[in-house]
């Protein structure tokens, strides 16, 4: 769950290489080449029982989205099954209107131009029979660029969404608890 902020490198092809904590073997690697004047996310996904650990290299769109609209990209990083077609889901808001359905482990949406304000979002079973995943609302700003990913694989990791907004550090998105105060 840990992001970094945006590093200056030199425009080229790269080797990436993941190591464990305190290994000296590469445990993941991946070739990605980085064009200048370009933004890119790398992500790491996978968790070695379900998917294979891999390398991601996404570009970020830096243009502007039209007044009054923020663009949002959307992936499925939750590795929850060994077989491909067994992950596949359905992202839709709450009222069940589908904002991308046939959702596979590993697909990653352009970024979509969405109206600013407050989305409220599950993922489902295809058709939308079951939610998978009930997430807390976010809201999105105009000039917004965020990023959500379902991530988890219900063992290692609860199902969760992970965000990232503009330059800032991602985030896990909670899912709500409950108090009550009372002063008696």
């Known amino acids: 769950g840990e992001t970094a902020s945006y590093m ?10 993941v ?24 992500v790491i996904t996978g ?6 650990v891999s390398i991601l290299s996404l570009e970020d769109d830096m243009e ?10 959307l992936g499925h ?37 969405v109206d600013a304000g407050e989305y409220d979002l599950q993922i489902t079973t295809p058709g939308g029979g079951t939610t998978l995943l009930d997430i807390i609302p976010v809201t999105i700003n105009a000039g917004d660029r965020v990023s959500l ?6 063992s ?5 969404m ?5 330059e800032f550090q991602g985030f896990f998105v909670s899912m709500p608890a409950y108090i009550r105060v009372i002063h008696v």
């Open 8 to 17: 200056d490198v030199t425009a080229g092809e790269y080797d990436i290489n």
């Open 19 to 42: 190591f464990k904590s305190g290994e000296t073997s590469v445990f993941a690697s991946s070739e990605a080449e980085f064009e200048p004047g370009k933004d890119y996310t790398v």
């Open 47 to 52: 968790d070695v029982g379900n998917q294979a």
């Open 64 to 73: 502007p989205a039209a007044a009054g609209k923020a663009k949002l990209r």
């Open 77 to 113: 990083l939750a590795s929850f099954s060994d077989i491909l077609i067994d992950t596949t889901v359905d992202i839709r808001h709450q009222d069940g209107t589908v904002l991308l359905e046939g959702v596979r482990y590993g697909d990653i949406s352009d970024y979509i131009e």
């Open 149 to 154: 990913f379902a991530v988890g694989n219900n």
């Open 156 to 160: 290692n990791q609860d199902l969760s």
């Open 162 to 166: 992970f965000a990232i907004y503009n």
